[in-house]
Nanobody
């Protein structure tokens, strides 16, 4: 059974940082694209960042570029999202997702596995 479990969310002041983790189990994801999405109250889920499988190139939404960094540790089957210079508008539930293929996507419908989410709340 494949599971993605996010952790690391919390309450932080504007300008602060967090490190979100996504631990995968049930299969190896080293050759799979991994992504982070977020959903704020009353809004649709949106793409945040993704990292390709095998060749670990990355891609970011314009709203987080320069502030967020996605990375992966294949030995631990874990993906991370370092979030810096947080703003109130970054407040959302952050979800980790995985594809069965190496190519990343910005579309949530193209991801095959999802975690339960971790709440990030930024106070201004």
């Amino acid at each position: 059974q494949v599971q993605l479990v996010e952790s690391g969310g919390g309450l932080v002041q504007a300008g602060g940082s967090l490190r979100l983790s996504c631990a995968a189990s049930g299969r190896t994801f080293s050759s799979s694209a991994m992504g982070w999405f977020r959903q704020a109250p009353g809004k649709e889920r949106e793409f945040v960042a993704a990292i390709r499988g095998i060749v670990t190139s990355t891609y970011y939404a314009d709203s987080v570029k320069g502030r967020f960094t996605i990375s992966r540790d294949n030995a631990k089957n874990t993906v991370y999202l370092q979030v810096n210079m947080l703003k109130a508008e970054d407040t959302a539930v952050y979800y980790c997702a995985a594809r069965r293929v190496p190519a990343y996507s910005v579309y949530d419908r193209e991801y095959d596995y999802w975690g339960q989410g971790t709440q990030v709340t930024v106070s201004s």
